[in-house]
C-alpha cells in the first residue's frame, strides 16, 4: 500500500548542531512533498516542500533532499535551536491535481541547551 | 495558523451526543479539509471539500458528517459520539488549482466519555 514513514521517531540534539530527519515514502507516482512542524497544543505548520522534479530546496535554516531513486525524504535544520523542538511530520501528494497527502506518524526534535 | 481558526478548541461530551466542529478561513482558498490525529498515527482524512458544492469522503468517514456553508465555513459533525472518536481534529485549506500547501488550522480536542 501507500505510505510515508520515518526511520526516526525521537531525535536528540545539541543546541547549535545540525538536524537530519528522515523519511520514506513507497509511491514512486508521488510528486510533490511537503515537511509540517507541529508544536505541542498547535496544528501542523508548513516549513518547506519539494516537487518531484527537484531533488534539493533551501530555505531559512531548513534544507529539504529528495532521491527518488531509493524514495526518500529528508529535512536538514541548521544550528538547531530551542524552538526547533517539535514533531515534524513528512507529507507526500499521491492525488495529482485532488491534492490528498498522505502523513508520516512523526518524529519528534528534542533539542538539548 | 490565525487565518484558519477552529472552534471549540476543547470539547469533552458523552457517547451518543451529537457535536459540531466548526472552521473558518480568511485565506481565499476554496480547498477545505478535515483530518483527525491519534498518538502514534498520522493525520487522517475524514472529507474535504473543494467548493461549496462538492463534498468527497476521505478515508476515515464513517460516523462523522460535514457541512461547507460558504466558501469560507467547513463543518464537521458526530451525530452520535462514541469514544473511539476522541482525537485531535484539524481542519485544513489549499488553493484550487492542482497541487499546493495544506494550511492548518490550531485543532480542536475532543473527548468523549
Known amino acids: 500500500g501507500e505510505s510515508v514513514g520515518l526511520h526516526l521517531p525521537t531525535l536528540s540534539v545539541q543546541e547549535g548542531d545540525n538536524s537530519i530527519i528522515n523519511c520514506a515514502y513507497s509511491?514512486?507516482?508521488?510528486?510533490?512533498f511537503i515537511w509540517y512542524k507541529q508544536e505541542s497544543g498547535k496544528g501542523p505548520q508548513f516549513i518547506i516542500d519539494?516537487?518531484?522534479?527537484?531533488d534539493k530546496r533551501q530555505g531559512q535554516r531548513v534544507t529539504v533532499l529528495l532521491n527518488k531513486t531509493v524514495k526518500h525524504l529528508s529535512l536538514q535544520i541548521a544550528a538547531t535551536q530551542p524552538g526547533d523542538s517539535a514533531v515534524y511530520f513528512c507529507?507526500?501528494?499521491?492525488?495529482?491535481?485532488?491534492?490528498?497527502?498522505?502523513f508520516g506518524t512523526g518524529t519528534l526534535l528534542a533539542v538539548q541547551p | 495558523d490565525a487565518d484558519v481558526t477552529q472552534t471549540p478548541r476543547n470539547r469533552i461530551t458523552k457517547t451518543g451526543k451529537r457535536i459540531m466542529l466548526e472552521c473558518s478561513q480568511t485565506?481565499?482558498?476554496?480547498?477545505m479539509y478535515w483530518y483527525r490525529q491519534d498518538p502514534g498515527l498520522g493525520l487522517r482524512l475524514i472529507y474535504y471539500?473543494?467548493?461549496?458544492?462538492?463534498?468527497n469522503k476521505g478515508e476515515i468517514s464513517d460516523g462523522y458528517s460535514v457541512s461547507r456553508q460558504a466558501q469560507a465555513k467547513f463543518s464537521l459533525s458526530l451525530e452520535s459520539a462514541i469514544p473511539n472518536q476522541t482525537a485531535l481534529y484539524f481542519c485544513?485549506?489549499?488553493?484550487?488549482?492542482?497541487?499546493?500547501?495544506?494550511?492548518f488550522g490550531p485543532g480542536t480536542r475532543l473527548t468523549v466519555l
Open positions: 485544513a485549506t489549499s488553493r484550487v488549482g492542482g497541487i499546493d500547501t495544506q494550511y
Open positions: 509511491n514512486s507516482a508521488s510528486d510533490y
Open positions: 519539494i516537487r518531484s522534479n527537484m
Open positions: 507529507a507526500e501528494n499521491y492525488g495529482g491535481a485532488t491534492n490528498k497527502l498522505i
Open positions: 485565506k481565499g482558498h476554496d480547498r
Open positions: 471539500s473543494f467548493d461549496v458544492k462538492d463534498i
